[in-house]
């Protein structure tokens, strides 16, 4: 039996790649939540979830990585294959709706790799009038190309500050788990995956969490067996006018840097924002874009 822990972007996708009939996936919630397009709400109201009759609703008390075991608050499971997708926690979108609230900005992350979600935050709140400034980094660890470029719009779009009076705080681990270190197959140890925010070090973003689920789906399904996982970072960042479309494999030690940036990017962006409730959450065919 495999067993996926997590319903978020990455479980799911573990689960939607996975041909065998023999899994589970569990969550405590018994709803795929696409969080990135929930700050739309910052704009305009609008329900961002979608019930999965298939995930067991129960909760995550402790993960035995060496005996192969999970403790829930309804059952103990020792699966044959674990992947755990449990994402991480702080990640308050309540809090981030306050914007609508709040004037005279300044904006910033306490880790550096959210600072797409500060520079998407910003924007937002400029879209409803509100007077926002940017506080860190241009994304300078996606490579040149789009920090010269992030740098560029936020000068013209934004403007910076000094000291910054709303912060993302970084995502934390589960407590009774950790952040996860993984091979290039993405395995803790045999038979033990980690896919998604749970990943040590990497940035916390949902289209990364979606391939490292896929990737270990078809894994385990036979599918890419000799392949290695090749992570990349990509998000749309809403000006308001324009989308910039980054994409960058820096982070991992690669050479790979694309950014572009018009009004079909926002668009798209959209799109997308619809395409993943439409599909409860699976990547499909957008893995190629």
């Known amino acids: 039996m495999i067993l996926i822990l997590g319903s978020g972007y990455a479980g799911l996708n573990a689960y939607y790649n996975i041909r065998s009939k023999d899994k589970i996936i569990i969550s405590n919630a018994g709803e795929f939540v696409f969080y990135t397009a929930l700050l739309r709400n910052i704009i305009k109201e609008k329900k961002y979830s979608v019930n999965l009759n298939f995930v067991r609703k ?161 894994l385990l399904s036979n599918k890419n067996k000799e392949e290695s996982f090749n992570p990349i970072f990509i998000n749309i960042l809403d000006t308001g006018d324009k989308g910039i479309h980054i994409r960058s494999n820096v982070p991992w030690g690669g050479n790979f840097e694309n950014i572009k940036c018009s009004k079909t990017r926002r668009l798209m962006k959209r799109f997308i924002e619809n395409y993943y409730i439409l599909r409860k959450g699976n990547m499909g065919f957008l893995y190629y874009l």
């Open 58 to 218: 129960e909760e995550v008390v402790d993960v035995d990585i060496s005996n192969l075991r999970v403790r829930t608050n309804k059952n103990i499971y020792e699966p044959d294959k674990l992947i755990i997708a449990l994402g991480c926690k702080n990640r308050n979108i309540e809090k981030f709706l306050e914007i609508k609230k709040l004037n005279n900005l300044c904006i910033s992350s306490e880790d550096k790799y959210d600072s797409y979600l500060a520079l998407q935050i910003s924007f937002y709140a400029k879209m409803i009038g509100k007077d926002v400034k940017y506080n860190g980094n241009y994304m300078e660890w996606l490579g040149e190309k789009v920090s010269n470029k992030i740098r560029e719009v936020v000068n013209r779009e934004l403007g910076t500050c000094e000291k910054p009076n709303f912060i993302v705080e970084k995502c934390e681990a589960p407590d009774f788990l950790g952040f996860l270190e993984v091979n290039d197959k993405l395995e803790v140890k045999p038979n033990v995956y980690a896919a998604g925010d749970i990943i040590k070090n990497w940035p916390k973003l949902g289209e990364l969490a979606m391939r490292s689920g896929r990737y270990i789906g078809r």
